[in-house]
């Protein structure tokens, strides 16, 4: 069992994460039953959404369009911002529903 990125070896076993290339050990809140990612508490899992979900965001064509900003996208930055861990229903690694 490794902390640092690495690929996943015969001494990984079931707990290698295929998102973030680490080990898993130990107990979790939520664990993705795909990649293996641990989410150690409900605010690890809000941060995790919060980052992939930016991200789409950022790179939605309406955001790209500056002089037709919709009210849509204010609307979608509030849901990111103030989402329960309990409404997240997929790993933001790798889209696997829990």
């Avoid at 369009?65 to 979608?76: A, G, P, Y």
Wanted: glycine share 8%; net charge positive; aromatic share 12%.
């Amino acid at each position: 069992m490794r902390s640092s990125p690495h690929d996943p070896t015969g001494e990984c076993g079931n707990i290698h994460c295929y998102g973030c290339h680490l080990d898993h050990p130990g107990k979790a809140w939520q664990w993705c039953g795909e990649c293996g990612h641990a989410y150690r508490t409900p605010g690890h899992l809000r941060r995790a959404y919060r980052r992939a979900a930016w991200a789409m965001l950022c790179n939605s064509p309406k955001r790209l369009r500056s002089n037709e900003f919709e009210s849509s996208i204010w609307w979608q930055m509030w849901k990111i911002l103030t989402v329960r861990a309990s409404r997240i229903s997929f790993c933001p690694l790798c889209i696997h529903d829990f």
